[in-house]
């Protein structure tokens, strides 16, 4: 009877034990966002990285250094962002996996022979999904790279387009097989959509119904409405959005810019972190455009999606900042009003803007200050000076930098330079009817702008490669249509 009682209190303090030995990681794991462990047979790495792809990076997002059992264990407190992750050592070798799904408490076993093609997980599909075709993408490259050596270049281009036709079959099947791995998600997203050669009816399709087909769908393959895509390689996400804009879009009007942009940011809003990054980083595009009709996107952008609440991210302050410069550059857009400058010139005689009297007025804030404007200012004069008399042409321009020192420098500028037409107005911008800086938004110099007799502004951000292209097209096309016809 006490041998039994003895052994039943042994094995009750054994369970007891057990449970008292796991309590404290089955709550340290509560406590954790995430736990990562990672083990690399015969390596010698001390210190290992853990980091995720980030639109057009990656950055490091934890440091671990090997334990006495060999592993290196990533742990904290935040969880992981959804998307593709790598180790790393600081020699460069790395390995990528996937958070995605899944509560991050993984554990992956490798061999320092060849990381990708010798990890193994527990407990996590989408990894085990990775891994496996990591495998065969290794193997489909090692098998090129071999008859690569082996087959003259005519044999060996089209033995490469065979297995990687069989590769992209591979893809395509896991894709439909599998839609929901974010494996499948990112080829997806890496496949280019190609517009149909006929419609519904069985119609054959013009170059431009195939082109807006393309506008319309450019989108469909990838996901952003989730977080986790703009934690992929740069391929993946960031070079498909940059194409779209850079190339696809580029040197359309601002309102076709506009048309396929808010749909895509629609989409967006669903993934915070996504709608985040696209509206900052198109808003920066646009605010830094040379191409003087995309002030107009940029302003769009601001109303719509920092005026609006939508900007979820920014301090009130700098809304109201970035707002403030949109509402300035509405006014500015081309094909508005130019805001009416009355200033003086060296004589101290008060002249407006509105009321200079040439066809075509060239508005230049510029300061002899302004080391590019040393440059700049007598390239855009000779322009002027050749131009002047054939499109009537007169110059309004603004000295920036009002003090006695510059105005010596101005004065001194211009006469070096033989600036001395009668209709190359130079105004002293120290006293104006309105603060010009502000109107005018002006920062930098110079800033030169094409305003018709009518003082609705043609052109902007002119430059001296483009100020003679610009006066030529526009000046140039409304001399020859008010030419009489020969009957």
């Known amino acids: 009877m006490w041998g039994m009682m003895k052994r039943y209190a042994k094995a009750a303090l054994l369970l007891l034990l057990a449970a008292v030995v796991a309590f404290p990681a089955q709550a340290r794991k509560k406590k954790l966002g995430y736990e990562i ?27 671990a250094y090997r334990d006495r059992k060999g592993r290196f264990v990533f742990s904290g407190k935040d969880t992981l962002p959804e998307g593709l992750y790598f180790f790393a050592n600081p020699r460069g070798n790395y390995v990528e996996f996937v958070v995605y799904h899944e509560k991050p408490f993984f554990t992956f076993e490798t061999d320092q022979r060849d990381w990708t093609q010798n990890i193994k997980v527990k407990g996590s599909p989408q990894n085990d999904f990775l891994f496996r075709f990591n495998r065969l993408d290794a193997q489909v490259t090692a098998d090129l790279m071999e008859h690569e050596a082996k087959l003259d270049s005519a044999a060996f281009v089209r ?10 079959s591979v893809k395509l099947a896991l894709i439909q097989q599998y ?7 990112m080829m997806m997203a890496d496949k280019e959509v190609v517009p149909p ?4 009816r069985g119609d054959t399709l013009t170059m431009d119904q195939r082109r807006q087909y393309y506008l319309e769908h450019y989108f469909d393959n990838i996901p952003l409405e989730e977080n986790a895509i703009i934690r992929t390689p740069k391929a993946i996400f960031y070079d498909n959005v940059m194409n779209f804009y850079d190339n696809v879009l580029n040197f359309t009007p601002p309102q076709v ?9 629609e989409r967006a809003k669903k993934a915070p972190d996504v709608f985040q990054y696209l509206v900052m980083t198109l808003t920066q595009k646009y605010l830094q455009s040379n191409v003087m009709i995309y002030d107009e996107v940029y302003v769009h952008l601001v109303k719509k999606y920092y005026a609006s609440g939508d900007n979820f991210w920014s301090s009130p302050s700098s809304i109201d900042k970035e707002v403030a410069r949109a509402n300035k550059w509405e006014r500015l857009l081309v094909g508005r009003e130019a805001p009416e400058l009355i200033l003086f010139d060296t004589l101290h005689i008060p002249h407006s803007l509105h009321a200079f009297p040439h066809k075509w007025k060239l508005l230049v804030f510029w300061s002899p200050n302004c080391g590019h404007c040393k440059h700049i200012i007598p390239a855009v004069y000779k322009v002027f000076e050749k131009y002047t008399m054939e499109y009537d042409i007169g110059a309004f321009t603004i000295m920036s930098d009002p003090d006695a020192k510059t105005r010596l420098e101005w004065k001194k500028f211009m006469v070096e330079h033989g600036m001395n037409s009668p209709a190359w107005l130079s105004l002293d911008g120290g006293e104006a009817n309105v603060d010009w800086h502000d109107v005018y938004d002006i920062v930098t110099t110079p800033q030169i702008y094409l ?16 100020i003679e292209n610009v006066i030529k097209a526009i000046c140039g096309q409304s001399a020859r249509g008010s030419q009489p016809q020969e009957k």
């Open 197 to 200: 050669i006929v419609n519904e």
């Open 179 to 185: 839609p929901d791995m974010f494996l499948s998600k």
């Open 451 to 466: 305003i018709d007799e009518n003082n609705i502004i043609q052109a902007k951000k002119l430059g001296e490669g483009t």
């Open 37 to 63: 462990t990672l083990t690399i047979n015969y390596g010698a790495d001390t210190m290992m990285y853990l980091g995720n792809y980030f639109a057009k990076g990656n950055q490091v997002v934890d440091t």
């Open 257 to 265: 810019i506009i048309q396929y942009m808010d749909p895509m940011l």
């Open 159 to 168: 033995y490469r387009y065979k297995k990687l036709l069989e590769l992209d």
